[in-house]
């Protein structure tokens, strides 16, 4: 563990910023892509993009493997390295990603606040994040475009519903 921790801090303390991007399969990802490419490019920092799909497999629903596809040709065009796991733990998962590659600044899109209830429960999440994370990471919180607020998927288009 404490070789772990030492391999961390040498990632971290080469000067060099590593900004990750959490995405989700959803369309408006592209501007928390839009958002970590600029944060990297001030840092002249890499840029790193992950999804962490819950279970095993990215077929459980239809449309998502071809909208994935479409968000990381997207952020590679941005420059961005792309990360992809299936995981049950996606907090954790995040967590020893973080770790793993040196993070030094997170970009998260602001969750729907739609009740007090999801609120807890996303605030729940955000702190089994942090708490799996060894040295002091930035997070950045893109605020929600409430256009965009009920977008969601049907064959391969976004459609505000």
Not at 41 to 46: L, V
Request: aromatic share 4%; proline share 2%; hydrophobic share 40%.
């Amino acid at each position: 563990m404490i070789r772990e921790i030492e391999d961390v801090f040498m990632k971290t303390n080469d000067g060099i910023e590593r900004v990750l991007v959490c995405i989700t399969a959803q369309c408006n990802s592209k501007r928390l892509i839009d958002e970590g490419a600029k944060v990297a490019s001030k840092a002249n920092g890499e840029l790193h993009i992950i999804h962490v799909q819950r279970g095993d497999s990215i077929f459980n629903n239809a449309d998502t493997p071809k909208l994935l596809e479409e968000l990381f040709d997207y952020g590679s065009k941005k420059g961005g390295m792309i990360h992809f796991y299936c995981d049950e733990h996606i907090t954790e998962c995040i967590g020893q990603f973080v770790n793993d590659k040196g993070i030094t600044k997170m970009v998260l899109g602001e969750p729907p606040m739609d009740n007090i209830a999801t609120q807890k429960e996303i605030e729940k999440k955000l702190k089994i994040v942090l708490e799996n994370i060894n040295l002091p990471v930035d997070v950045v919180v893109v605020k929600r475009n409430e256009a965009e607020k009920n977008m969601i998927i049907n064959r391969n288009k976004c459609v505000v519903t």
